[in-house]
């Protein structure tokens, strides 16, 4: 191989990573993977965290690095992967998550409605796929859980998969939050394969155990932080307040490809899907720093909040908060800024946000003793996942702008 095709990356978690193949160096060199630069992995959690501006890529080039890892435990351990099987994993890695729009889950669902981001990035590989004359194909294969290896898709998507396994130790890393340190190094010493499906060895139960308490943790003291859940919530208001008067204010327009999806888009079609492929968090932030001076006072107060760190005061709760009181607060409000009712429900607003770090209904995480004998993780004998992480945790939270 033309040692041009293998590249050596300086990671700042896990040290060099290699590229060694031609395809996955093409899929890097993309400009549509290059976009992944310019969206930050935790959003605006840097507003709390502010070494947390690490990117979707460097997330990315860190699953990748991970997978690579597993799977040559896995071969280690007589397990059957051929190379093309291997490099289509690392593929699918890579691209796991090419579908994030800007600032990825704040505004999924927001920028783009009702289209979540693995849609999109499905229909990004297939576009790939057929710019590398179907290279990509085993890749979407395990992706979508097509593939006949099931265990290569849960590396990649399941409770125990490397995508969190790298995002858990970023975030931990870049965020200075040490609850979210795991032990990924020994949790990939202990996978294995058993009936096609991935399991961990039993010595490797408690390891485990501090990867789902460590996920809860960061989850209620950094993803749903309530300064950063106030950040994210702001952003959401202002793209929602932007579409609700784009077409009867000319003068919102950017001029940039930003419009598109105010203004003309309706599906996720082929022309739209290049039109995504060229957004970034940096259009958003261009868009926020024009309105913080637009003549609509609701945008633009909401603008100004956003650029000047002049965040909604967010309070949480484990019961729901009084309606009549919020709406109290609204008509208060809409009173001192002239504002309608409607509108003074930009400042002052309800929500709930939910985690479950254990889902028993969904994939499990098979824990295989020396016997072969195996059952998922909530039925061992220490109780700790059954009865403390699979229960879904709940919090009622009221944003409001002083």
């Known amino acids: 191989m033309p040692d041009s095709k293998r590249k050596i990356i300086n990671d700042p978690i896990y040290g060099f990573i290699t590229i060694d193949e031609p395809v996955l160096f093409n899929i890097i060199n993309h400009p549509w ?73 704040a505004l999924e669902n927001i920028l783009i409605p009702n289209v979540h981001h693995e849609t999109i990035g499905l229909q990004i590989m297939h576009q790939l796929n057929d710019e590398f004359d179907g290279k990509l194909s085993t890749a979407i294969s395990i992706f979508t859980n097509q593939n006949p290896k099931q265990f290569l898709h849960q590396l990649i998507s399941g409770q125990l998969d490397v995508d969190r396994m790298d995002y858990l130790t970023r975030d931990s890393f870049f965020t200075g939050v040490s609850e979210g340190v795991i032990g990924y190094d020994r949790i990939l010493k202990m996978l294995t394969v058993h009936e096609g499906q991935l399991m961990i060895e039993e010595k490797g139960l408690y390891s485990v155990e501090k990867f789902l308490v460590a996920r809860r943790q960061m989850y209620w ?35 940039a490809t930003l419009d598109y999806f105010f203004e003309k888009y309706s599906e996720m079609n082929d022309e739209a899907l290049e ?25 633009s107060a909401l603008c100004k909040s956003l650029l000047n760190r002049n965040l909604y005061k ?9 309606e009549n009181e919020v709406e109290e607060k609204r008509q208060k409000l809409a009173l001192k800024m002239k504002i309608s009712i409607e509108e003074a429900a ?23 003793s020396k ?13 700790l996942i059954h009865k403390t992480l699979s229960m879904p945790v709940k919090k009622f939270y009221i944003c409001q702008l002083m």
């Open 371 to 383: 016997t072969g004998d195996f059952r998922d993780i909530s039925q061992v004998d220490d109780p």
């Open 33 to 105: 993977y290059q976009r992944l630069r310019r969206i930050y992995q935790m959003a605006l959690a840097q507003m709390v965290y502010p070494g947390a501006v690490h990117t979707r890529l460097h997330h990315s080039l860190g699953a990748y690095h991970l997978i690579s890892l597993a799977i040559s435990e896995l071969k280690h351990k007589n397990i059957d992967i051929s190379d093309e099987e291997a490099t289509a994993a690392k593929a699918a890695i890579l691209l796991h998550d090419i579908g994030h729009g800007p600032f990825s889950h």
């Open 346 to 368: 930009y400042f002052i607003f309800t929500g709930e946000a939910i985690n479950t770090t254990y889902t028993l209904k969904d994939e499990q995480i098979n824990i295989i």
């Open 275 to 299: 039109k995504f492929c060229l957004l970034d968090d940096y259009d958003v932030m261009f868009a926020v720093k024009k309105w913080s001076n637009h003549s609509d006072k609701i945008l």
């Open 314 to 322: 967010c309070k949480l709760q484990t019961h729901p908060f009084n």
């Open 221 to 255: 003291q950094v993803y749903l932080h309530k300064t950063v859940l106030a950040a994210e919530k702001m952003i959401v208001k202002i793209i929602e307040r932007a579409r609700e008067i784009f077409a009867s204010h000319n003068d919102l327009k950017l001029n």
